[in-house]
């Protein structure tokens, strides 16, 4: 059955660090996927989707996330954190078959900036 | 565009009471979905809609209901509320089944069931 993993709950990360949030996905064919942010008491936002092509993806706010085939992953990063990233990051997959479109939510990572 | 609304966004239910969540897009939008959120599981999708007339189950639909009348609306309706129910309820849309997975968020619904 198809999965995704995301190992973090919770992350801390000092306001202009660097961040890399992992996800793994378990399934037969490359799925598409997408990471997704939730900020305190609001709905989800799409940061980055990731269907074919480039395993480099760009995105909103900064982010970018790379896909590697090889490790089952697409990781999520951002060079610098400002203190408005804190929120809740979920990496999603999609079944890439017409008539079948399910979102699997990971579980997860939690980020909190210090200042 | 005011996006995706839901109401009420807290509602305390006795058990065995029902209610329906309500949920709305000005945006045109084909595809709608309800999802419920727990804490260490993410989000699980409750049911769908790919059009007005049509809904499906989704990966836990027990307990739930939901009906599509309009291209606009997306109710979904609790028959028998139990402790298992609470939880955090997201509506979503997205523009058509062609980009499904670009979904906009509702900013939830917050139920307590005692």
């Given at each position: 059955a198809q999965s995704v993993t995301q190992p973090d709950i919770?992350?801390?990360?000092?306001?202009?660090?660097?961040?890399?949030?992992?996800?793994?996905?378990?399934?037969?064919?490359?799925?598409?996927?997408?990471?997704?942010?939730?900020?305190?008491?609001?709905?989800?936002?799409?940061?980055?989707?990731?269907?074919?092509?480039?395993?480099?993806?760009?995105?909103?706010?900064?982010?970018?996330?790379?896909?590697?085939?090889?490790?089952?992953?697409?990781?999520?990063?951002?060079?610098?954190?400002?203190?408005?990233?804190?929120?809740?990051y979920f990496c999603a997959v999609g079944l890439p078959n017409f008539g079948n479109e399910k979102l699997t939510f990971g579980t997860g990572t939690r980020l909190t900036i210090i200042p | 565009n005011a996006g995706v609304t839901q109401t009420p966004k807290f509602q305390v239910l006795k058990t065995g009471q029902s209610m329906t969540l309500q949920c709305a897009q000005d945006m045109n939008h084909e595809y709608m979905s309800w999802y419920r959120q727990d804490p260490g599981m993410g989000l699980r999708l409750i049911h769908y809609s790919v059009g007005a007339g049509i809904t499906d189950q989704g990966e836990v639909p027990n307990g739930y209901n939901v009906s599509r009348s309009t291209t606009e609306d997306f109710p979904l309706r609790l028959l028998s509320a139990a402790p298992s129910q609470t939880s955090v309820y997201f509506c979503a849309s997205s523009p058509n089944r062609g980009a499904v997975y670009e979904q906009y968020f509702g900013p939830g619904t917050r139920l307590t069931v005692t």
């Open positions: 919770h992350i801390t990360v000092s306001e202009g660090a660097s961040l890399e949030l992992r996800c793994n996905y378990s399934y037969g064919a490359t799925p598409y996927l997408f990471w997704y942010v939730q900020s305190p008491g609001q709905g989800l936002q799409l940061l980055l989707k990731y269907f074919s092509g480039d395993t480099l993806v760009q995105g909103i706010k900064g982010f970018e996330a790379e896909f590697k085939r090889s490790q089952s992953s697409f990781n999520l990063r951002k060079p610098s954190v400002h203190w408005s990233d804190a929120a809740e | -």
